[in-house]
């Protein structure tokens, strides 16, 4: 990257720098007041955000008083980006995160792109509200996304912690990381709230939710709806469905009962990426936009000399994602004394769903899979086998079921505050392979599932796995001296998982295999140490240092991942279990936290966060074929190996600077060095791929964020600023992907009322995404070790309105 273009970022930080590591006394008479002290505690927890508080109470990065990197955004700050987005999205604009999707809502989960201090998506951790949510693998075999977990408008914040969570996460792969998503409390005062939001490519989102306000003894209760619909920014394809909250509290003297349930009904259009290949390199198509609903065009394509020229890039009829979720917690909270407290949190997660794509029978190496199934068929009588359309549909039919149980002892002694946990869960999950016949006198929808309605031409495979999990945690935050607390625990995780496999794929129809192994592969690591500190450095400012080892358990899906449930033989299957190991991380950090108010003439303040990290991150895995032939609808993967450690450092630099009461600016600056150690081996041949030195792909080098935020009377404004540097897109770092820009914004308006009113609120805004139309490589699909990478667009400029009424 030029020098140039990042002096301007790199300006603005060394002010915000120098205020952080500076310690001017606080203004008398400022006119902004003094920040409330944080308990002193390191795990204790920030209190929820209402979602409807006044803006003028919301913070775009919150620090805690923590021995790690800790920043998070408000419900307020969430909804002002884009009503109704992902919690996910939502905090990319924290330091050190890269979040992609093709869609501006953050909700497509299929090209969903989360790199964090150079981890990806699945080496991180999710929680809602203390319950994991799986580590985000598309076809989820764990979890469920934050996005279906619970409706936007009732989170209350999102929480990470860039480089090491805490050691009672309920996550299996918290590698690099943590996301916690609060839900917000229900309100004191009885009312309701109805938003509506229409935009861009048909888009329509209807939220409403009742509080009963505060009853009874300490009872509160909210329900919730919302209805979503739209389209697909380039074809015809439908997003949305329903999305139903609730959450009831009791808070009495002797404790806190939590009851909460969510249910999801979702449907998301996919996106077929763009292979690039070094000789393609700047003509490849920027969009391969299905023909649904089109199915005239679509036989029209197939019989064209387009098509056939298109080569890896040929257009699909349509592919999409349905998922109905249903999830519940029950969690009690007791006051034993004031100075012992005891959780407990039990929880079920029910996830239907099926991954639909519909495209040529004679593409991708679809002729050699159904010649397994047919091997008698000619051409023309296998594409009447298909229905005579030319096309077939492929489904991925998954179900997951889990249970478990959190809890949490801590007990206050003299200057220890000690913490003990446990969590257990018991996960059931399927998944079959099925492809279905696509009538050319009766097309399919994407928007059913064939299995309703008619037989699969095959189930290529079905697979049941069982897993157990459990996770145990001891930590010490000793106050060592009234301005020094030192954090010391360790966790222990253990995983029992078996696989049987009810319809076996033909030898050879699937990751070249002979067969999905069964049995049994447990992994126990039980000790994974922490040590912090925090230092009170002065009243309103403090040093951290943390020290933390993580592990990623192996993933456990037939379907999807690194799984070795996914491997192709029994014999690789049990090779794998005596060879392979977990990935581990090591995870130092260092840095220094302040919240000022200030009288420098315009700045009346000031908080802002800057921390160092450095990373060795242990027995990387990576699918290595034999052929090295990996394509995007019949895997090529044969065995998952260990190919080396990965050395990470970088420095995470955010502040706010407050100009009176009325407007902020806030920026901050990343920068993330992620390189291999190690060459590896592949292939039949054994080719050395040389990887050393080399920058992990996908994760840029570079990002810089700015959010200008601005309100006076009824009006209020945000404009938001996102760099992303160039992402290498290749193992070998041959090929790239090029930085960019984009910028989004909103105004909006509260409207005075007059009083006894029974409208309460009236609330209106506009928000406009990519203002500047960007174009660009939005997330990178890394499969190869060289020369080709696939890339999914950037999503178009598009504007949305909202009004929303309160009771």
């Known amino acids: 990257m030029k020098k140039s273009a990042i002096r301007k970022p790199l300006l603005g930080t060394v002010a915000m720098l120098a205020l952080l590591v500076g310690t001017p006394a606080r203004a008398a008479g400022s006119s902004d007041a003094a920040p409330a002290k944080a308990p002193d505690t390191d795990a204790a927890p920030a209190k929820a955000t209402d979602a409807d508080a006044p803006a003028g109470d919301s913070e775009i990065v919150v620090t ?164 979503q619909d739209g389209r697909a920014w380039d074809f015809q394809g439908k997003q949305g469905g329903y999305q139903a909250n609730a959450k009831f509290v009791h808070d009495d003297s002797t404790g806190k009962l939590t009851l909460y349930g969510a249910y999801s009904d979702k ?85 239907d769903g099926v991954g639909v794509v519909a495209g040529p029978i004679d593409v991708a190496g679809l002729p050699g899979l159904f010649a397994k199934y047919f091997p008698t068929l000619t051409a023309a009588q296998l594409n009447a086998q298909f229905g005579g359309s030319g096309l077939a549909s492929r489904t991925t039919e998954y179900r997951i079921d889990r249970e478990g149980l959190i809890s949490t002892l801590q007990v206050e ?43 699969p031409q095959i189930t290529q495979y079905g697979s049941e796995i069982r897993v157990d999990e459990i996770q145990t945690h001891i930590q010490d935050s000793w106050h ?18 078996s696989q049987r496999v009810p319809v076996q794929p033909i030898p050879g129809s699937f990751s070249g295999s002979t067969a999905l192994p069964v049995g049994q592969l447990n992994t126990d690591t039980p000790f994974l140490p922490q040590i912090g500190l925090l230092w009170d450095v002065s009243p309103d400012s403090q040093a951290f240092l943390n020290v933390q080892k993580n592990v990623r358990q192996f993933q456990t899906s037939a379907a999807a991942g690194l799984s070795p449930f996914a491997l192709g033989s029994q014999e690789v299957f049990d090779a794998f279990k005596a060879n392979v190991k977990p990935e581990t991380s090591w995870t130092y950090e260092v840095g220094a936290r302040t919240h000022k108010a200030l009288a420098w003439g315009p700045i009346t303040g000031f908080e802002g966060q800057i921390s160092f990290y450095h990373v060795d991150f242990s027995n990387r895995l990576l699918a290595i074929s034999p052929t090295t032939v990996i394509t995007s609808i019949i895997s090529g993967a044969a065995v998952i190996q260990n190919v080396g450690d990965v050395k990470t450092n970088g420095i995470d630099l ?144 598009q504007v949305f309105g909202t009004v929303s009424v309160g009771f």
């Open 480 to 497: 060592a001296l009234p301005t020094l607390t030192v954090l010391l625990g360790f966790k222990s995780a253990f995983q029992k998982a």
């Open 267 to 351: 449907t998301e259009p996919n996106e077929d990426a763009t292979v690039i290949t070094a000789a393609t390199v700047g003509t490849a198509p920027y969009t391969r936009p299905f023909f649904y609903p089109d199915f005239a065009g679509m036989e029209a394509y197939l019989a064209s000399p387009a098509y056939k020229a298109a080569g890896s890039n040929y257009r699909n009829y349509y592919s999409d994602a349905q998922r109905t979720d249903y999830l519940g917690y029950a969690k009690y909270d007791l006051h034993i004394s004031d100075k012992i407290s005891w959780s407990n949190q039990g929880y079920y997660h029910h996830d």
């Open 64 to 227: 805690g008083r923590k021995t790690r990197s800790v920043a998070e955004v408000s419900g307020v700050e969430i909804q002002k980006i884009l009503p109704g987005i992902s919690p996910l999205k939502a905090i990319q604009t924290l330091p050190g995160v890269t979040y992609l999707t093709a869609d501006p809502w953050g909700n497509n989960e299929q090209n969903i792109s989360l790199f964090i201090h150079g981890f990806n998506q699945q080496q991180l951790g999710y929680t809602l509200d203390g319950v994991p949510l799986g580590d985000q693998q598309y076809g989820n075999y764990n979890g469920l996304s934050p996005q279906r977990a619970i409706i936007s408008e009732n989170v209350g914040r999102v929480t990470l912690a860039s480089g090491a969570g805490d050691l009672g996460t309920a996550s299996t792969s918290n590698l690099g990381g943590t996301i916690d998503t609060f839900s917000s409390d229900p309100k004191d005062k009885m009312g309701a709230t109805i938003s509506q939001t229409v935009g861009s490519y048909s888009s329509f989102r209807t939220f409403v939710r009742v509080d009963t306000g505060t009853f009874g003894n300490g009872n509160a209760l909210y329900l919730s709806g919302v209805r």
């Open 413 to 455: 002694l003299g200057d220890h505050q000690i913490e003990l946990g446990g969590w257990y869960e018991h996960q059931s999950s399927s998944s079959y392979r099925r492809w279905y016949a696509l009538d050319v006198n009766h097309p399919s929808s994407p928007y059913t599932r064939p299995l309703d309605y008619e037989a």
């Open 654 to 797: 955010a502040g706010t600077l407050h100009f009176g009461p009325h407007f902020s600016i806030y920026n901050a600056l990343s920068y993330n060095d992620s390189r291999y150690m190690q060459n590896y081996l592949v292939g039949l041949a054994q080719t050395v791929v040389l990887t050393a030195d080399k920058k992990v792909p996908g994760s840029p080098e570079w990002l810089n964020k700015t959010v200008v935020s601005a309100d006076y009377g009824v009006f209020d404004a945000q404009l938001v600023g996102d760099y992303m540097g160039r992402r290498f897109a290749t193992f070998t770092n041959d090929l790239s992907a090029k930085g960019y820009f984009t910028l989004s914004g909103r105004i909006g308006a509260t409207i005075p009322l007059p009083g006894g009113a029974v409208v309460k609120k009236l609330s209106v805004s506009v928000n406009v995404t990519n203002i500047t139309n960007q174009t660009g490589a939005s997330t990178l699909s890394i499969a190869q070790p060289t020369n080709t990478y696939n890339a999914f667009p950037l999503a178009p400029r």
